[in-house]
């Protein structure tokens, strides 16, 4: 099982919107809306943004959100914030019953 | 509030078996409606899931295929823990080691991370 392709860094000045994106194949991303989002900030444990592509724990602020189009999840930070600096993963169960993670995404703020 | 409180050696010698120990609170491991998981993370591979185990009327579990000749994972049903082996490790199975229970199909519950290093 091949890992989740994601850009390595995306940046923004605070206020901004930057958009991730996750893509797969037809047996994870494409097959089932079981896509989720974690936020690392260094030194952190991985902490559950968005889970079933588009929703939001208890907590997260509403400018969080997820989507999906075929084998492509996308994870947009509106209104941008020095606090969202992070790693960024997304994750997929598969057709294997199994789970796969994203390669990670490196937001900055500038 | 479920806590995931890990244990276990942070040096490995290569060859040998890593062992780590997930002890659970605020949630049963033989729940129904969650599953347990082992990730691991090492800077050259990011985020990779190991394997879960999960209890639906019987022990169900699965494992990510690059490590299923290795890998164990078990529930300790007496002890409310869950257990990870890796067997016959390599330098290149230095990581910090989560344990993680899911809800729906998410890693909403983590534990603290332990890296664990193989050196002899």
């Known amino acids: 099982q091949s890992a989740l392709t994601q850009p390595p860094s995306v940046s923004g000045s605070p206020g901004q919107s930057v958009t991730i994106s996750c893509t797969g194949t037809?047996?994870?991303?494409?097959?089932?809306?079981?896509v989720s989002w974690y936020q690392q900030p260094p030194g952190t444990v991985p902490k559950l943004m968005i889970y079933?592509?588009?929703n939001r724990p208890s907590g997260v602020p509403d400018r969080f959100s997820g989507s999906k189009s075929g084998n492509t999840a996308s994870l947009t930070i509106s209104g941008l914030q020095a606090e969202d600096e992070a790693d960024y993963y997304c994750?997929?169960?598969?057709?294997?019953?199994?789970?796969?993670f994203g390669t990670g995404t490196k937001v900055t703020v500038l | 509030q479920v806590q995931l409180q890990q244990s276990g050696p942070g040096l490995v010698k290569p060859s040998q078996t890593l062992s780590l120990t997930c002890a659970i609170s605020?949630?049963?491991?033989?729940?129904?409606?969650?599953?347990w998981h082992w990730i691991r993370q090492s800077p050259s591979r990011g985020l990779e899931w190991l394997g879960r185990?999960?209890?639906?009327?019987?022990?169900?579990?699965d494992y990510a295929l690059s490590m299923k000749s290795r890998v164990t994972i078990s529930a300790d049903t007496s002890e409310n823990q869950l257990s990870l082996q890796l067997i016959s490790v390599t330098p290149e199975d230095t990581a910090v080691y989560y344990c993680?229970?899911?809800?729906?199909?998410?890693?909403?519950?983590w534990g603290q991370g332990t890296l664990v290093t193989v050196s002899s």
């Open positions: 993680a229970r899911n809800t729906g199909w998410a890693f909403g519950s």
């Open positions: 605020g949630d049963s491991v033989s729940t129904n409606s969650a599953g």
């Open positions: 185990t999960y209890y639906r009327s019987k022990w169900y579990k």
């Open positions: 037809s047996s994870d991303v494409g097959s089932y809306n079981r």
């Open positions: 079933e592509v588009s």
């Open positions: 994750s997929s169960y598969t057709s294997s019953t199994t789970y796969v």
